[in-house]
């Protein structure tokens, strides 16, 4: 196919977010021909890993699903060494995304960094490590024996199966923190603790049973990859790792079309083909199906709803709030106090050498945890990266803020009927972003250790980010299903994946989206076969990723 | 998931991934298919199907496992994915000799790569189907059809897109002095090559084994579970931390609470 001839599909995907991504490469795999457009220069849409230039294009570009940005400055040094997650997340080291990217081969494109330490922020201005196994809580000093027991009984009953628990009656669906106090006896620091930073909760009102299926994912994940349950992806995680799926849609014959926007879609009245034309772009895309990623919403499509499975990622009941972001760059560590593990040995000796700095980390702020402004309702997290994850010039740290807007929930489910997330357009309708993250952020340059090379001198003050930028992304618009009336042929022939939140539980967006992919593959599987009358005499799809071929990695003679 | 190369392992040899670019057409797969299991396909279907290829190469000593990564078609659109590049220690720059448009886009892949790739990257510019442009009596043995993915021209002596045309050299339209030139002043390895005879291929790869800075490579990806693609090729880059997701896949009941 050239730029000036015509081109039959099967398929075309609109956006190369991780859904649409995933969604591709095993469509592609199995066998369908898949044209993937995105209006993009970058892969990835909302869920890109963009370099500095292009994050600071981004923001300019006035994204629909962006409000109230403002930024510090224009330029950084080594701006191309950076590449800024629009979807900053954790990957638990078991779960849909780990198992695609291992079933796909995509695993062997990128690499994977365990996050070191996650810690608690508490109103004193310290952080605590999170006790996330049996070992961290018997050898952390700073709870009492009886605490102890009561902490160690409920991650036994957390990490095992949650059929008929007599501990869970009546309370499947009251509020996790509640849960905690009443059922297990914890005091408020562990509840927060807990809920926050081992089951991380968006808000205080989280339902139980979906909380616990979350936080037991999470302790089943520990001891994979090592001793945490959770990894971060090299170049910006998400968005790299839509890349990867791309390159493997494309291996298996998929054609990507990136920087060009949609002109024109009709649907030919003789075949009902999809008729794709893009700007400056001559020849004309056609194709039975059409996939629409959330940013390419059209007017009316089969929408592809969640599952309704409670305990998955991305379920019917997942709550969908605006978040309030910040990205910053630093060029100091952070002091997040002694790992776990080694808080007893060290025995606070004068001569122990000073921690490592961890290169990644996770600081999770529970509600009312700051003592001067910040939320009393929904937990801030915030993921620092560093040189190990390739996102940042050696020296430099990105630091990812969050904080879920919990007042409004755009979740149809959970609240009957949802808003217009356009409300949000009104003025006034959305909180500064700045004003509610600057306290947090404060916070976290306070935990700065001292330039390396100038400790001696060390009037201790906060360092100055080199960059920092803040804004509100507000959720997707949801499509409408098909109309009752036939006078839209073949409108079940546009797919559009709801789109997924804009903020999930740190460790869950990646899962997510797998989830999410795996639901518009088989529907698309089936949309097809039905456009092509039952599909009599086609072999049977069975499975989302076949077995992969290892002919590539065999070609093993010597060359001299 | 069978991947000898990163479950560690006392294997010596160094890894290295080479990236190929270059316009669409002008032999790049045939380029690979011939160094890695020196075998030669006219009218090859558009893309190679595979994620990457791998293949040794013997240097005195040592012993380089290149990962030779195709575009699987995505330079068409100008939509290569930034994650091509990255860590890439080498790069292998197609045109064919007989289009000369083609050294055009082989010079703004270099500059791309120059821009965007690890600066110490090892570039070669190859000039392929090279056999299209020399006389069947100069070079006996030979056959003189070209491995031209786009036309299917290979059952005449003296194909082409000139049409009457009975100079081979005269189809020619990048003189080798010019792309020689060029590659000297842009500090390229240049050959000629040929896909369809197998000339100058082997050397492509052998001299920029000889290039690559092996030490450069063993510091960085040193940890890294010794793949060039996930450990990244930056010296001195704190590795202790990084992950294969293959090499270490454990049952899941590992769970220590």
């Not at chain 1, 990205?327 to 100091?332: E, G, L, S, T, Y």
């Not at chain 2, 500090?187 to 896909?195: D, I, K, N, P, R």
Request: charged share 20%; glycine share 8%.
């Amino acid at each position: 196919m050239n730029n000036d001839e015509d081109a039959t599909f099967d398929i075309i995907v609109l956006g190369t977010g991780l859904t649409e991504s995933i969604a591709a490469a095993a469509l592609s795999k199995a066998g369908y021909k898949v044209a993937h457009l995105d209006r993009n220069e970058y892969y990835g849409s909302g869920e890109a890993s963009l370099s500095f230039e292009e994050f600071i294009k981004w923001q300019d570009k006035l994204q629909p699903f962006i409000r109230g940005a403002s930024r510090s400055g224009d330029s950084i040094e080594q701006a191309r060494a950076y590449s800024i997650s629009l979807s900053p997340s954790l990957i638990p080291s078991t779960g849909p995304l780990i198992d695609a990217l291992v079933a796909s081969g995509v695993s062997r494109y990128g690499g994977f960094r365990l996050i070191e330490r996650v810690c608690v922020y508490e109103p004193s201005g310290i952080v605590k490590p999170v006790p996330g196994s049996k070992e961290d809580i018997f050898k952390n000093k700073d709870i009492s024996l009886l605490d102890k027991r009561r902490l160690m009984r409920f991650l036994m009953f957390a990490a095992g199966d949650l059929e008929d628990k007599k501990e869970l009656e009546g309370h499947a669906d009251s509020p996790f923190p509640e849960f905690l106090k009443a059922v297990f006896s914890l005091n408020e620091e562990m509840t927060g603790a807990i809920a926050y930073a081992l089951a991380y909760c968006l808000s205080p009102t989280d339902p139980t049973l979906p909380a616990l299926h979350r936080l037991r994912r999470y302790l089943r994940s520990a001891g994979r990859y090592g001793a945490s349950p959770f990894l971060v992806g090299h170049y910006g995680s998400s968005g790299e790792i839509a890349q990867g799926f791309c390159r493997t849609a494309a291996v298996s014959g998929a054609v990507y079309i990136l920087g060009r926007n949609l002109s024109e879609m009709t649907i030919s009245s003789s075949d009902h083909q999809h008729v794709v034309q893009l700007d400056d772009f001559d020849g004309r895309l056609t194709a039975s199906l059409v996939i629409h990623g959330s940013s390419y919403a059209p007017l009316y499509a089969s929408p592809v709803p969640p599952p309704q499975v409670l305990s998955a990622p991305f379920s019917a009941l997942s709550p969908n709030y605006p978040v309030a972001r910040c990205v910053a760059i630093i060029d100091r560590p952070l002091s997040l106090g002694v790992p776990a593990t080694q808080s007893v040995e060290g025995e606070e000796a004068a001569d122990a050498p000073p921690p490592p700095v961890p290169d990644t980390a996770v600081i999770v702020f529970p509600p009312g945890s700051l003592s001067n402004g910040g939320s009393s309702t929904a937990p801030a997290t915030v993921l620092i990266v560093g040189e190990g994850t390739m996102s940042c010039p050696k020296g430099k740290w990105i630091v990812y803020l969050a904080l879920p807007l919990v007042d409004t929930n755009f979740n149809s489910d959970s609240t009957g009927a949802a808003p217009d997330p356009r409300v949000l357009l009104q003025p006034g309708a959305l909180p500064d972003p700045r004003a509610l993250l600057q306290p947090y952020l404060d916070a976290v340059l306070a935990l700065a250790l001292p330039s390396p090379g100038h400790e001696a001198d060390s009037p201790q003050t906060p360092p100055t980010p080199l960059f920092s930028t803040f804004y509100v992304q507000t959720p997707h618009r949801y499509v409408r299903g098909p109309p009752s009336t036939d006078d839209e042929p073949g409108a079940h022939e546009h797919l559009a994946p709801v789109p997924l939140p804009p903020v999930f539980p740190l460790p869950d967006a990646g899962d997510a989206a797998a989830v999410h992919a795996e639901s518009v593959f088989w529907e698309a599987v089936r949309v097809l076969k039905m456009a092509r009358g039952g599909g009599e005499g086609e072999e049977e799809i069975t499975s989302m990723w076949p077995p992969m071929e290892s002919r590539e990695e065999e070609e093993e003679e010597d060359f001299s | 998931m069978a991947d000898p190369a990163a479950s560690g392992s006392v294997d010596k040899s160094v890894q290295v991934k080479l990236v190929l670019l270059g316009e669409a057409a002008v032999g790049k797969s045939s380029v690979v298919l011939r160094f890695v299991s020196n075998e030669f396909q006219a009218n090859k279907e558009p893309t190679i199907g595979a994620a990457f290829l791998t293949q040794k190469c013997r240097l005195e000593d040592r012993v380089l496992r290149y990962e030779i990564w195709d575009t699987a078609g995505q330079e068409r659109f100008h939509s290569l994915a930034p994650m091509y590049y990255r860590n890439a220690q080498a790069a292998v720059v197609v045109y064919d000799v007989t289009k000369a448009t083609s050294l055009e886009k082989a010079k703004s892949w270099v500059k791309e790569l120059q821009r965007q790739a690890n600066p110490n990257i090892v570039i070669a510019l190859a000039g392929n189907k090279v056999d299209l442009v020399q006389a069947s009596a100069s070079s006996p043995g030979a056959p003189s059809s070209s491995e031209s993915e786009d036309e299917a021209d290979d059952a005449t002596a003296t194909p082409g897109e000139t049409p009457g045309s009975s100079e081979p050299e005269s189809l020619r339209q990048v003189p080798r002095e010019e792309a020689q030139a060029y590659a000297t002043e842009a500090g390229l390895l240049f050959f000629e090559t040929s896909a369809k005879t197998g000339e100058g291929i082997v050397d492509i790869f052998t001299e920029i084994a000889k290039k690559i800075p092996i030490e450069h490579i063993l510091a960085a990806t040193r940890g890294a579970g010794g793949r060039p693609g996930a450990a990244g090729g930056r010296a001195g880059s704190q590795q202790e931390g990084a992950v294969n997701l293959d090499a270490t896949a454990k049952p899941k009941d590992a769970c220590n609470c």
